[in-house]
């Protein structure tokens, strides 16, 4: 056969799977598509798109819908939203069972962004239901699938020794969403709350086996949980120890007679916000002492983690008591 030819049957075929591609993306995101047909679509789309394109596909296509709404996910753009963070969810899981060798593919700019476009949604979007949880709103399951979907990227991506270095950069970018910026206290308190439910949910992606049961699928995974927990004890202990230590100077910045009523309620739900994420804080360090047992009771870590839990069972606040006093029976 002539090389023209075979060039042009390539370029053909070429065209034929991207318009297939352009498509099926188009069953997405259009707001008025049978939810079946979309769901199928979002499962076809992980399984014959490469994870790299997935996720930039994904990007492009939260961005889109969040600026088009002023800021967060509308309810007429809910069901497009879910049906790409389950086609992420779906690519990430065949892309670790395979093992692929294009994995250096995805690059820090393509996962960073994935990374804060589902943030974004997540930090504007209904609280991620506990597992289990039966009857959940579309809003509730766009949540629970977008902390599902960054925790797996991140285990993913910390696991595997071809993107090493990617996952470091992806895990060091949620890492510091958690530091507290001088202004803008209410998204910064909106945004750990969304962090914390992710690393929450890497928690919950350990595989708990006896070594005799344990394949090698399940090590690789338990790996990339380890890594992103041993990241974070250290900067969530920070958060719950810089939490109680500022809980009277947040709820006292308000004076009764404060003139200007609008920046009163902004700042009340700003403390409001504060004191959720206390508890929440030590309830994450609990969990994850729990998780790596010795291997975060040790050295500078084990006085932090002591002090924090001292700290929380003398707090004024109830709730920050009681996690005290659940860290501390881990600890001991």
Request: net charge negative; aromatic share 4%; hydrophobic share 45%.
């Amino acid at each position: 056969m002539p090389v023209a030819v075979i060039c042009s049957a390539n370029v053909t075929a070429k065209a034929n799977d991207e318009s297939v591609v352009g498509l099926i993306s188009e069953r997405l995101t259009q707001m008025l598509e049978f939810d079946q047909v979309r769901k199928l679509g979002a499962e076809v789309f992980g399984q014959i798109v490469a994870l790299p394109a997935v996720l930039m596909s994904c990007s492009t296509a939260l961005e889109t819908m969040i600026a088009s709404s002023g800021g967060s996910i509308s309810n007429d753009h809910v069901l497009g939203a879910k049906a790409w963070v389950y086609s992420v969810c779906i690519s990430i899981g065949l892309w670790r069972s395979r093992n692929v060798e294009d994995g250096e593919q995805i690059t820090t700019a393509s996962a960073k962004s994935a990374v804060k476009w589902l943030l974004c949604v997540l930090q504007t979007g209904a609280p991620v239901p506990p597992p289990g949880s039966a009857d959940l709103t579309e809003e509730e399951k766009l949540s629970r699938g977008c902390a599902d979907a960054i925790a797996a990227l991140l285990c993913a991506l910390c696991a595997s020794d071809k993107v090493e270095a990617v996952g470091k950069s992806v895990l060091e970018y949620v890492v510091s969403q958690l530091s507290r910026p001088d202004t803008d206290n209410s998204l910064w308190a909106a945004r750990a709350i969304a962090v914390m439910q992710v690393l929450k949910t890497v928690g919950l992606m350990f595989v708990s086996n006896t070594p005799d049961q344990s394949t090698r699928t399940d090590q690789t995974a338990n790996r990339g949980v380890q890594t992103v927990l041993m990241n974070v004890i250290g900067p969530v202990v920070d958060l719950a120890n810089t939490g109680i230590a500022n809980l009277s100077s947040a709820t006292e910045e308000i004076p009764d007679n404060q003139p200007d009523q609008t920046v009163a309620a902004e700042d009340t739900e700003t403390n409001q916000q504060l004191l959720l994420l206390r508890p929440a804080a030590l309830q994450l360090v609990f969990s994850i002492v729990l998780q790596l047992k010795s291997d975060v009771l040790k050295g500078e870590m084990r006085t932090q983690i002591f002090d924090v839990c001292e700290a929380a069972c003398c707090a004024v606040d109830e709730n920050c008591r009681l996690r005290g006093a659940q860290l501390a029976g881990a600890i001991m």
